[in-house]
């Protein structure tokens, strides 16, 4: 599974950006898909997952300003970012796992300005 991350970019604080990312391949057999996200000098963190197909989690930091969405006919996962904080600022990673193989998109950047 190939993934393509894309809707990144420079907002002011308080705004939305929706992120995209695109499967080669069928989403729908993967376990688990998720948003992660890496701040300079910090460690990738997960901001949101799917688990088989219905349970959504999200990091305690963007719960109830970000929904994660999955599109099995279109292959696509989505995140939906409201509220945006300059502390949101990272490159953002989607991720699918398949028991223990993960598979990772390029990232895209999401700069939040105060």
């Excluded at 305690?60 to 995140?79: E, P, Q």
Aim: with cysteine.
């Amino acid at each position: 599974v190939q993934l393509q991350a894309s809707g990144g970019g420079l907002v002011q604080a308080g705004g939305s950006l929706r992120l995209s990312c695109s499967a080669s391949g069928s989403l729908h057999s993967l376990s688990v898909v998720a948003w992660y996200r890496q701040a300079p000098g910090k460690l990738r963190e997960l901001v949101a997952s799917i688990i088989s197909g219905r349970i959504e989690n999200y990091s305690d930091s963007v719960k109830g300003r970000f929904t994660i969405s999955r599109d099995n006919a279109k292959n696509t996962l989505d995140l939906q970012m409201n509220k945006l904080r300059p502390d949101d600022t990272a490159v953002y990673y989607c991720n699918a796992q398949s028991g223990n193989v993960h598979y990772w998109g390029q990232g895209t950047q999401v700069t939040v300005s105060s």
